[in-house]
């Protein structure tokens, strides 16, 4: 059995949060497991109490979340993420990998362009094991706690993006966290993740927010051209 798992900050554009779980209400029917720092009206709800935004706190959240599911297999959702009902259209082959959906847009919003490059993986568009997920995540909090982690420091910490947040993608040698592997995959329409000004990582939608461009090809297209997407519609624009 697939369910999702889904963690907010409670703080960005009550819009973007609006549409964003309407939209997730129409693309899954199966279980969601919230966890959040107010309390939500969306799936089973579990509230982090006198916690504020933080990558110890995210990290947290995604514990909470997937101890408290039923599941088998999860997708991680985020509350700025427009995912379309085909990401849900797949089940992991092996209980020792990460997928990734690869069919994915960047949106600067309110912005009129948005941007993919190959093998743009995200952990909003990933799903894999439960347990695989919990021990993953219980070793990422470990190693928080060793480097003495400040919960309620905001900022993105600097070796979060050594380890990458993305499980998987990176080995050991590379600086990584373990050595543990991932797999893409393609859903047949794309989602559409929201870049605003309350993201807790770097946008990321010009070439110049890296420090290191991406390799292979850097797409780039309008709002009228996403596939499965009526984006103006859906945002009154």
Request: proline share 5%.
């Amino acid at each position: 059995m697939n369910g999702c798992i889904y963690y907010t900050s409670n703080d960005i554009d009550s819009k973007i949060l609006s549409i964003c779980q309407e939209q997730l209400r129409k693309a899954w029917s199966g279980e969601i497991i919230s966890v959040s720092l107010k309390p939500i009206d969306f799936g089973t709800n579990i509230v982090l109490e006198n916690r504020v935004k933080s990558y110890p706190t995210m990290t947290d959240q995604i514990i909470t979340a997937l101890e408290a599911s039923t599941a088998d297999n999860v997708f991680f959702t985020e509350h700025d993420v427009l995912y379309h009902p085909s990401h849900f259209e797949f089940t992991p082959e092996k209980n020792d990998i990460y997928y990734y959906n690869i069919n994915n847009w960047r949106w600067r919003y309110p912005l009129d362009t948005l941007i993919n490059y190959d093998d743009l993986t995200s952990l909003s568009g990933m799903c894999c094991n439960r347990e695989l997920a919990i021990k993953h995540y219980k070793l990422r909090k470990q190693k928080l706690e060793e480097l003495g982690e400040d919960p309620t420091r905001q900022r993105e910490p600097r070796w979060a993006r050594r380890f990458g947040y993305e499980p998987g993608t990176k080995k050991i040698k590379r600086g990584g966290l373990t050595n543990e592997d991932f797999a893409v995959r393609r859903s047949r329409f794309p989602n559409v993740d929201i870049r605003h000004n309350r993201t807790f990582t770097r946008p990321k939608t010009f070439l110049f927010e890296f420090k290191h461009p991406p390799k292979g090809v850097w797409n780039e297209t309008t709002i009228d051209n996403i596939p499965g997407w009526d984006l103006r519609r859906l945002f009154n624009l």
